[in-house]
C-alpha cells in the first residue's frame, strides 16, 4: 500500500495494488474516486482537497497508526 501526495493539484492517492488491466473509476463525491478492476478488485482511492481530508484533529498533520505495534507518526501536510 502506498499513499502518494501532489501539492500541486493537492490530491492524495491510497494505491492497493499497481493496476494490472483496465481500471474503471467511479465518482463517489466532489472529493473522491475510486479506482476498481472489473472483476471488483480495489486498485486505489483519489482524494480530491486533499490535505483538508488528511488533516488530524490539530490541522496540520496525518497522523499514521499502526495498531498492531501500538505505534503512531505524525506526518506535516502543507497548507
Known amino acids: 500500500m502506498k499513499l502518494t501526495y501532489d501539492p500541486r493539484y493537492n490530491i492524495g492517492y491510497l494505491r492497493f495494488q499497481e493496476p494490472k488491466g483496465s481500471v474503471e473509476t467511479i465518482h463517489i463525491s466532489d472529493q473522491l474516486n475510486v479506482d476498481i478492476a472489473p472483476d471488483g478488485t480495489l486498485y486505489g482511492i483519489e482524494l480530491l482537497n486533499a490535505n483538508a ?27
Open 53 to 79: 481530508q488528511l488533516r488530524g484533529e490539530n490541522g496540520s498533520t496525518l497522523l499514521v497508526v499502526n495498531e498492531a505495534l501500538d505505534e503512531q507518526t505524525e506526518l506535516t501536510l502543507p497548507l
